[in-house]
């Protein structure tokens, strides 16, 4: 049976190089989301800026022992299921890309509602530095993961 057309057309990695990927996006994604969180807390005072960036990440590495850890594992259990050379895209399950859906959405209508900044910057930075605190389970995955073969 010939191969499908989209088949083809699919982009195919290695799972080191999925993890690499998932690494990247999660602390990239959670990087951007901190620094945003930190750039909308530019009004008010410092001493109330400092206490909601802390307590955001206090509260987000919380969230990442607690709830994006077990996230990330499954991801890295899911990479690791697929076959050598799957689709760079699978690297996330279907629930997880709905997940990620989500949470686009979400970011885009707390942008939009009139809270205040403090709230925002709170939020931003708890999810932000939850993600970037539990992609080191995904950048651990990928650094002791077995080398590929070209």
Do not use: Q
């Amino acid at each position: 049976m010939p191969p499908h057309f989209l088949d083809r057309l699919t982009p195919r990695a290695y799972p080191r190089t999925r993890l690499l990927t998932a690494a990247i996006v999660w602390s990239a994604v959670g990087m951007f989301l901190s620094v945003k969180g930190i750039y909308l807390s530019r009004e008010g005072s410092l001493f109330f800026t400092l206490a909601v960036i802390a307590t955001g990440v206090a509260l987000g590495i919380v969230k990442g022992r607690f709830i994006l850890d077990r996230v990330a594992g499954k991801i890295i259990l899911h990479i690791g299921g697929k076959p050598s050379r799957a689709c760079l895209g699978g690297l996330f399950s279907v629930r997880n890309w709905m997940l990620i859906a989500v949470m686009i959405i979400f970011g885009r209508t707390l942008s939009l509602l009139p809270i205040a900044a403090g709230i925002k910057t709170g939020l931003y930075v708890m999810v932000g530095s939850g993600l970037a605190y539990s992609s080191r389970l995904l950048w651990r995955a990928w650094k002791t993961s077995p080398a590929e073969i070209a």
